[in-house]
């Protein structure tokens, strides 16, 4: 059964540095996402990517955040300047349409 | 941001029995509503879904009925089994644009032997 997968599982980083989170979605999903959970709170919707561009954003999703798919599998999630706020599991998902397919996660710890 | 609410943090029920999950909305704008299964330390599994032009769906042991009128769903599950002691959450969606979900907080199901 096809799923979507997520590199690291665990990265840990300094405040201030920058990360990328790697997804590898279903291969004939046209809709891409990522959204995060901070421990003990809501998961949250951060961005949605369809036909090489952002179609929606969250607040939460400011310049210091940045999505790109740079090959026909991967689809990467960048923040360019940690802060320990960003402390969290992020989730990728993806879908064709109705439901959406959530990856295991990458637990980011800012310290 | 409570737009979507799921106001029992946690349920215990005895195996074999039935599991009512409930959650309400408050966007009536939101027309597309889904249920997540999620098991600490992995991804939010996608259980069943239902459209606003119905008011029920079922899938095996999983049901999910819609009151539109009262913005509320549910989620049935019967008969219960020790497997499914999960968090459950309630996502709703505006369909098109960006297809953004908005999760409630979230239901953690134990199912006792």
């Known amino acids: 059964e096809p799923e979507v997968t997520q590199t690291p599982s665990h990265q840990v980083t300094q405040m201030g540095q920058e990360v990328i989170l790697r997804c590898v979605p279903i291969s004939n999903h046209l809709y891409f996402y990522w959204y995060r959970q901070i421990l003990g709170q809501k998961v949250e919707f951060l961005v949605s990517?369809?036909?090489?561009?952002?179609?929606?954003k969250s607040e939460i999703f400011d310049d210091q955040f940045s999505v790109e798919r740079p090959d026909g599998s991967n689809f990467t999630l960048k923040i360019r300047s940690t802060k320990l706020e960003d402390s969290a599991m992020y989730f990728c998902?993806?879908?064709?349409?109705?439901?959406?397919?959530f990856g295991p996660g990458t637990r980011l710890t800012v310290l | 941001d409570q737009q979507v609410k799921q106001n029992s943090p946690s349920l215990s029920v005895q195996e074999g029995r039935i599991s009512i999950l409930n959650c309400d909305y408050t966007?009536?704008?939101?027309?597309?509503f889904l249920w997540y299964k999620k098991y600490p330390a992995e991804g939010p599994t996608f259980l069943i879904s239902i459209s606003s032009i119905k008011d029920k769906n079922e899938d095996g042991r999983f049901t999910v009925f819609l009151n539109k009128s009262a913005k509320h769903l549910s989620l049935h599950i019967v008969p219960s089994q020790p497997g499914d002691s999960a968090v459950y959450f309630c996502?709703?969606?505006?369909?098109?644009?960006?297809?953004?979900?908005?999760f409630g907080t979230g239901t953690q199901l134990k199912v006792e032997l």
């Open positions: 996502a709703a969606q505006v369909t098109g644009g960006g297809n953004k979900l908005t």
């Open positions: 998902a993806s879908s064709s349409w109705g439901e959406q397919f």
């Open positions: 966007n009536s704008m939101f027309d597309y």
């Open positions: 990517f369809y036909n090489n561009e952002i179609s929606e």
